[in-house]
Structures are given as structure tokens and as C-alpha cells.
């Protein structure tokens, strides 16, 4: 099972790729697409839409796992989250892919064990996780943590064998 993980932000949108092989998790590739925030909204929320079918056709996930919106504390950011959301799953869409939602506190409490784990630990735990040298930048290991989420929240309930 290949797993596109999504952490979408209106300046930086984080992408992992995991593929489970057994039972070990494999990573396939992860990055962000960063947009200048000078840029107006919709000219953002387009490369975005380009670089997550671009992330979509080079690396074939069967799934896509997309992070929830948290309650930010501006509700301005909370909204331009949400443009940027709506683009990750419009791109699942378009691409005929299942999408699989997650809340922040779930993401962090499968990979690091607790729900209020700050970013430097989801990056280090992704890379032990993942058989990494280094952490990922923090929008990619976010992205990577909720495909990792996903791939364990199917084998909890049975999907994968």
C-alpha cells in the first residue's frame, strides 16, 4: 500500500510518500511546496494544486491521508488553511483517490506517543520510523507522520494484511 500524506498550508504545503512492504514502512519521497506569501490567494492555492498532481503523478499513491484543520488562534490563518486543504483534496479527487482525514493530535500521539508533541520530535521520530539519517524538514516529516497515521490506523482495523 502507498500512501500520499498531505500537511497543507497556504505558504508551505508538506508531501510524504510511504509504501508498506510486509510490515515495514518505506519511504518513497517527501518535500514542500513553498509559495511566496507576497502572491495573491488564488495564484497560491494554484501552485499548490500543480505541485501536489505533480507529487500525485510521479510517485502513483492508491490513498491520500490529509491532516485536519486545527482551531488556530487567527481565524484569518485558520481560513487560508483551509483554502489550502480544500486544494489537497480537490487533488485526491481529481485523481479518483480515497481520502483518509486526521486530526493533529492523533498524528502526533501515533508516531511520538503523546498528543502535544512539538515538531524537532515528529521530525526525529519519522526519521527513526522511516530508517531516515536525518529528520525531514518539518512540512514534509508533518506530511510524512499523517501517511504514517493512516497506514496504521488500516491495519488496526483490518484493511491491510
Do not use: C
Amino acid at each position: 500500500m502507498r500512501v500520499l500524506g498531505i500537511d497543507p498550508g497556504s505558504r508551505r504545503t508538506g508531501w510524504g510518500v510511504v509504501q508498506l512492504e510486509g510490515t515495514k514502512l518505506i519511504p518513497i519521497g517527501a518535500g514542500t511546496i513553498r509559495v511566496s506569501e507576497k502572491l495573491p490567494l488564488a495564484e497560491r492555492l494554484n501552485l499548490i494544486h500543480r505541485g501536489l498532481t505533480q507529487v500525485v503523478d510521479e510517485n502513483g499513491p492508491e490513498a491520500v491521508a490529509v491532516e485536519e484543520i486545527f482551531f488556530a488562534k487567527y481565524p484569518n490563518a485558520a481560513l487560508k488553511l483551509g483554502h489550502a486543504r480544500g486544494v489537497a483534496l480537490l487533488v485526491a479527487a481529481q485523481s479518483r483517490l480515497e481520502v483518509h482525514e486526521y486530526p493533529p493530535a492523533v498524528v502526533k500521539r501515533t508516531v511520538v506517543g503523546r498528543g502535544a508533541a512539538d515538531k524537532t520530535q515528529v521530525g526525529r521520530l519519522v526519521a527513526a520510523l522511516l530508517g531516515l539519517k536525518t529528520p525531514p524538514e518539518e512540512d514534509a516529516a508533518d506530511a510524512l507522520a499523517v501517511a504514517i497515521t493512516h497506514v496504521q490506523a488500516s491495519r488496526s482495523k483490518g484493511v491491510l494484511r
